[in-house]
C-alpha cells in the first residue's frame, strides 16, 4: 500500500522524496555513514548541513537575472558588474561567499559562451547549481572545439560575422554572461526585464527571451 | 575533456534529492572548515578515471571524494567508515529509513 | 601590445589544470589575474605557493588549425605562470 509522506518531514526538516523510498544504494549509505560521523566527532552540526541546503536552494538563475535586468537599465551598475562582477553582486545583496566572479558583456560583435572542461566549475554562489547537460561530457568536449554545432542543439544559430568568445573556467574564476538587451524592451521597467533573462542566456547557450 | 569525441547534449534533467543535497552541503562545509580543498576533490575525482564517470553518478562520485580526502586527512578511519555503513544498511532498505540514526 | 606566450606542451600526470587541448598552443595574455595558490600542491594538502594566474586567448585556427569550425573564434582560459613560455 503506498505510503503518503507528504506530512512527514525528516529530521532536517525536509519533505521526503520519492527518492526516500528507492532501495539504499552503497553510495548512500556512505553519505549517511559520513555525515554522522562527522557530526559525532564535533566538526559539523546537523543543524549547519540544513542550513546550507537552504542556503543553496536559495541560489537559483533569478538571482542572476536580478543582477543582468539592473545592468541593463543603469548604466553606473553595468560598469561595476564590468569592472567586478563579484562586488555588484554583493552590492545587490547576494551573499555569493569567495566566489571570484567575471561577467563578461554579450554585444553585436561578440557571443561568449562558458563551459569548465577540466571538471563542471559554475558561479554556484550566485546562479544555483548547474544543469546536468552542463556537466557532460558532450558539453565540456565539444563547447570548445564546434561551439556553433552546439548552439545550433540550443536552437541558438550565431552570424558568421560574430565572433563566438568560449571562457573555459580552469581556474579560480567564475563567469556569468551579460546577455544582450533585447530589442523592443524600451519602455519595460527592471522587474518586467528580470522575467526576459534565463539561465541559459547567463551561460551562453541561448539569449534572453523576446518581449 | 576538450575536443574529444562526444554526442549531441542530453538536454533533460532532474531535481536533486536530498541525499545528493547533503553530499553538496558536506563538500561546502567541509571543504570551509579545512578539511580538504576543492583542488583535492578534484584530484581524486580524477583519479578515479573514465569508468567512474561512465558509471557513477554526479553526487555519488563527489561523495566518494569527499570520503577519500577524510581518510587522507584522518578524520575518521576507514573501520570506522566501514562500521557505520553496515549499521546504516541495518536499519532498513531505503534511505527514508536508514538516513535517521 | 598583448604579450605572445606558449603553453608548455609537457604532459605529466596528476593534477593539473592545464587543458591538453591547449598544450604546446600560442595565445595572448588578455589578462594578469593576480596571484593564486598553485592546485597542483593543494590538491595533495601540501604547502602551495602562490603563482600568477593569466587569462590567455587563443583563436580556434591555433589551437585546431585551418579546418577550425570557425577559425577566427577564440577561447580564453586561465593559466598559471609555470605553464607559459614568452615567445
Known amino acids: ?211 | 575533456m576538450g575536443g574529444q569525441d562526444a554526442g549531441p547534449v542530453p538536454q533533460d534533467g532532474h531535481d536533486f534529492a536530498i541525499w545528493e543535497k547533503r553530499v553538496d552541503a558536506l563538500m561546502v562545509l567541509l571543504s570551509g572548515k579545512g578539511f580538504f580543498t576543492v583542488d583535492g576533490l578534484r584530484r581524486a575525482l580524477e583519479d578515479m578515471g573514465e569508468e567512474a564517470f561512465e558509471t557513477m553518478t554526479y553526487y555519488e562520485r563527489w561523495i566518494a571524494a569527499v570520503n577519500l580526502n577524510l581518510i587522507e586527512d584522518g578524520a575518521y578511519s576507514i573501520e570506522e567508515l566501514g562500521q557505520r555503513m553496515d549499521a546504516v544498511a541495518a536499519r532498513g532498505a531505503t534511505y527514508g529509513e536508514a538516513q535517521d540514526g | 601590445m598583448a604579450e605572445r606566450v606558449r603553453v608548455k606542451s609537457m604532459m605529466p600526470p596528476g593534477h593539473v589544470r592545464t587543458p591538453t587541448y591547449l598544450r604546446g598552443k600560442t595565445g595572448l595574455i588578455e589578462r594578469e589575474l593576480g596571484p593564486y595558490a598553485n592546485p597542483e600542491k593543494l590538491a595533495y594538502a601540501l604547502e602551495a605557493e602562490k603563482q600568477s594566474l593569466y587569462r590567455v586567448r587563443f583563436t580556434m585556427e591555433e589551437i585546431w588549425g585551418a579546418g577550425a569550425e570557425n577559425p577566427a573564434d577564440t577561447i580564453d582560459a586561465e593559466i598559471y605562470e609555470h605553464w607559459l613560455e614568452k615567445i
Open chain 1, 1 to 211: 500500500m503506498p505510503h503518503d509522506h507528504h506530512d512527514h518531514l525528516s529530521a532536517s526538516g525536509h519533505p521526503f522524496r520519492e527518492d526516500n523510498d528507492a532501495p539504499l544504494s552503497y553510495w548512500q549509505r556512505m553519505e549517511i555513514a559520513v555525515r554522522e560521523l562527522m557530526i559525532e566527532k564535533g566538526h559539523i552540526t546537523a543543524e549547519e548541513v540544513a542550513r546550507q541546503i537552504d542556503v543553496m536552494d536559495a541560489r537559483s538563475p533569478a538571482n542572476g537575472a536580478a543582477v543582468v535586468a539592473r545592468a541593463w537599465v543603469d548604466p553606473d551598475f553595468k560598469a561595476r558588474l564590468l569592472q567586478d562582477a563579484s562586488e555588484a553582486s554583493r552590492e545587490m545583496g547576494f551573499d555569493i561567499g569567495p566566489l571570484n566572479l567575471i561577467a563578461v558583456e554579450n554585444t553585436v560583435e561578440v557571443h561568449n559562451l562558458i563551459v569548465c572542461t577540466l571538471c563542471s566549475c559554475y558561479p554556484r554562489n550566485l546562479l544555483g547549481l548547474p544543469p546536468d547537460w552542463y556537466k557532460t561530457r558532450a558539453y565540456r568536449s565539444r563547447a570548445v572545439i564546434e561551439p556553433r554545432a552546439v548552439l545550433r542543439e540550443f536552437g541558438l544559430e550565431l552570424p558568421e560575422d560574430m565572433r563566438l568568445c568560449v571562457h573555459d573556467s580552469t581556474a579560480d574564476m567564475r563567469y556569468i554572461v551579460l546577455p544582450a538587451r533585447p530589442a523592443g524592451t524600451d519602455g519595460m521597467d527592471e522587474a518586467a526585464l528580470v522575467q526576459l533573462v534565463t539561465r541559459d542566456s547567463m551561460i551562453g547557450t541561448g539569449i534572453p527571451r523576446q518581449p
